[in-house]
Nanobody
Framework: QVQLVESGGGLVQAGDSLRLSCASS????????MGWFRQAPGKEREFVAS????????YYADSVKGRFTISRDNAKNTVFLQMNSLKPEDTAVYYC???????????????????WGQGTQVTVSS
């Protein structure tokens, strides 16, 4: 069983930065592609970014490309999302998600991820 715990959310102003972290339990973290999703009030959960298990590939939603960076530390079973130049439209609950072992990170649908964290709130004021 994989458990994911997000942290690092908060209330910031437009233009500020935040770094989200997601700590994973379980022995297979280094074999799993990881992703970040977000869900704003009244909207569906949407893909933000993903990273391959061996860190050689990353993927981003067009809305965050150039502003957000996903990274991971396999020694610490942690994945990060560095968010710069935040905008009010980035306001959402951000979720960390894990893929099944040995599968691609180039997927963008919630159903393709096996495990989810509880989410962390990010609020960007204008």
């Amino acid at each position: 069983q994989v458990q994911l715990v997000e942290s690092g959310g908060g209330l910031v102003q437009a233009g500020d930065s935040l770094r989200l972290s997601c700590a994973s339990s379980g022995p297979t973290f280094s074999e799993r592609a990881m992703g970040w999703f977000r869900q704003a009030p009244g909207k569906e959960r949407e893909f933000v970014a993903s990273i391959s298990s061996n860190i050689d590939s990353t993927y981003y939603a067009d809305s965050v490309k150039g502003r957000f960076t996903i990274s991971r530390d396999n020694a610490k079973n942690t994945v990060f999302l560095q968010m710069n130049s935040l905008k009010p439209e980035d306001t959402a609950v951000y979720y960390c998600a894990a893929r099944p072992p040995m599968t691609t990170a180039q997927v963008y649908k919630t159903l393709q991820y096996a495990y989810w964290g509880q989410g962390t709130q990010v609020t960007v004021s204008s």
